[in-house]
T-cell receptor, first 110, second 119 residues
Framework: QSALTEPASVSGSPGQSITISCSGA?????????VSWFQQHPGKAPKLIIY???KRPSGVSNRFSGSKSGNTASLTISGLQSEDEADYYC??????????FGGGTKLTVL | QVQLVESGGGVVQPGGSLRLSCAAS????????MHWVRQAPGKGLQWVAL????????NYAESVKGRFIVSRDNSKNTLSLQLNSLRLEDTALYYC????????????WGQGTLITVSS
């Protein structure tokens, strides 16, 4: 069982914005503010798109943004494009040199 | 550019052993913590193990502690994972991952190597 909870699926039309939530099973998990997000296309390795809550690696589109409110971290994708269709995973450092992932969210672009 | 190339996967019987390797290039390997993360077929991601940049420290997920051993050779830019007492539930694609920052986040991923535990 994942320590982080994500919706199993979300969908949106091209040009729209969507948000994927990531909630900790305990208050400590997301409060660390070391949440990262990964995009994974079928048959491909995960790709880092957000780290430390709201930072984007070089080369990642500014259509991807991260935020946190209380015990929930969120990934927002604005101006949805067909190539955004993928699985998205959140991940949090939970102390003592251990990390946990969410179960993943399948994004469908309608 | 950063490259992480895993090898060593295959089919193994329950209780068996296997050794994975990851060849790193395109960055200063000795400056980065390295991780193994796995993904069971059709399932999500699970962090497996950490080896510190200076080879002095490691840590493991509870599910593999006592069975898996992570090591690295900074002179050869290689990360390894020795998997012992394998179980059916260890079947997964194993990714070699470079850590950045402190605490580290999973910045770059290899393409993975598949381990299938089956009788």
């Amino acid at each position: 069982q994942s320590a982080l909870t994500e919706p199993a699926s979300v969908s949106g039309s091209p040009g729209q914005s969507i948000t994927i939530s990531c909630s900790g099973a305990t208050t400590d998990v997301v409060s660390y503010n070391f949440v990262s997000w990964f995009q994974q296309h079928p048959g491909k390795a995960p790709k880092l798109i957000i780290y430390e809550g709201n930072k984007r690696p070089s080369g990642v589109s500014n259509r991807f943004s991260g935020s946190k409110s209380g015990n929930t971290a969120s990934l927002t994708i604005s101006g949805l494009q067909s190539e955004d269709e993928a699985d998205y995973y959140c991940c949090s450092y939970v102390g003592s040199d251990t990390w946990v992932f969410g179960g993943g969210t399948k994004l469908t672009v309608l | 550019q950063v490259q992480l190339v895993e090898s060593g996967g295959g089919v193994v019987q329950p209780g068996g052993s296997l050794r994975l390797s990851c060849a790193a290039s395109g960055f200063s390997f000795r400056s980065h913590n390295m991780h193994w993360v796995r993904q069971a077929p059709g399932k999500g991601l699970q962090w497996v193990a950490l080896k510190s940049y200076d080879e002095s420290y490691e840590n493991y997920a509870e599910s593999v502690k006592g069975r898996f051993i992570v090591s690295r050779d900074n002179s050869k830019n290689t990360l390894s994972l020795q998997l012992n007492s394998l179980r059916l539930e260890d079947t997964a694609l194993y990714y070699c991952v470079r850590g950045d920052g402190s605490p580290t986040y999973f910045a770059f991923w290899g393409q993975g190597t598949l381990i299938t535990v089956s009788s």
